[in-house]
């Protein structure tokens, strides 16, 4: 049987890429209306992929849903307290098209001193636990701040294990045996990554819309 990587980059368009292709959109459309609404200084944000990392023992797959936000070219020194603003509107939009998916971690990442998405010179991302998600989507009790808080409590030493808090962005698309899901199709991990300076979505193209 072919790997979940083969099926992704295949022929036949499979049923997970399809899935995850609609799940990223309606997460794509959340995120756009929550900044619409909330009227925040930032140049453009989306969901612009689905990093697929595994496969789980019943062929399920592992994804990671990246949301993006870019601050604008002028910004240097990034207003934290805006960050995480963003980070809570990116787990809000993300947790139900996501909920009943194998979810490693959710990527939000942050361009700045930069004008595009895919275009900057510093790129950080806040990644949160699927557990941090739910709880922050679901329980009205637990507030933007109790989230941050839960993050830098538990973010230890290692950039690559969640929660992490303000680490480097990580190229999905330069990940060995990965696949990026965008806008319908799927990167192979061995993919160029030159549409992004620093990306997270992948190769194949900046998915994700217009705030």
């Known amino acids: 049987m072919p790997s979940l990587l083969e099926r992704l980059l295949g022929d036949d368009t499979p049923d997970e890429q399809v899935d995850l292709e609609s799940r990223q959109n309606d997460a794509d459309e ?13 140049e453009d944000c989306g969901v612009t992929g ?22 604008g070219e002028d910004v240097e020194n990034p ?11 990116a787990a809000d939009s ?24 895919f275009e900057a010179e510093e790129c950080r991302r806040i990644a949160l636990t699927d557990q941090l998600v739910d709880q922050y989507a679901t329980d009205a009790g637990f507030g933007i701040a109790d989230l941050r808080d839960a993050v830098e409590a538990a ?7 969640a929660p992490v808090v303000w680490g480097e962005c990580k190229d999905y698309s330069q990940t060995d045996n990965a696949a990026i899901v965008v806008a319908g199709t799927a990167a192979a991990a061995s993919a160029s ?12 193209g900046a998915g994700g819309g217009a705030c």
């Open 155 to 161: 973010d230890d030493i290692d950039d690559e294990i």
């Open 193 to 204: 990554a030159s549409a992004a300076s620093c990306a997270g979505a992948g190769a194949a």
């Open 50 to 71: 689905v990093a697929v990392v595994n496969e789980g023992p019943d062929g399920e797959p592992v994804v990671v849903p990246i949301a993006r936000f870019s601050l």
């Open 94 to 117: 993300m947790q139900v098209p996501f909920d009943d998916v194998f979810v490693r971690h959710y990527d939000v990442q942050f361009t700045f001193d930069g004008d595009e998405l």
């Open 79 to 89: 207003d934290l307290d805006l960050v995480w603003k963003l980070v809570g509107e």
């Open 30 to 42: 959340a995120l756009s209306d929550a900044v619409e609404r909330g009227n925040y200084a930032v």
